[in-house]
């Protein structure tokens, strides 16, 4: 089954997985993700922004107050 969202799209079930697997293809900004979790029916994005942060593998770019996730 293919999971979509706006633009964003993936087949991977693990949220934290199919961000990264978005995230590598296209750098996603803590709205889109928050979205993108929303329409896969998982509301607890902030746990998930918090994984993201900590990876030493995902660069995490702030600007005015916004978060643009991408892998390093």
Known sequence: ?????????SDIKDDYQAVL???????MNQHEIEDFLASRGNKDYPSL?????EDG????????GYDTYRLK
């Not at 697997?21 to 750098?27: C, E, F, N, Q, T």
């Not at 922004?49 to 942060?53: E, W």
């Not at 593998?57 to 005015?64: A, L, W």
């Open 57 to 64: 593998g995902v660069e995490v770019i702030s600007y005015k």
């Open 1 to 9: 089954d293919l999971l979509v969202s706006g633009d964003f799209h």
């Open 21 to 27: 697997s978005i995230i590598k293809r296209h750098p």
């Open 49 to 53: 922004l918090a994984r993201l942060k």
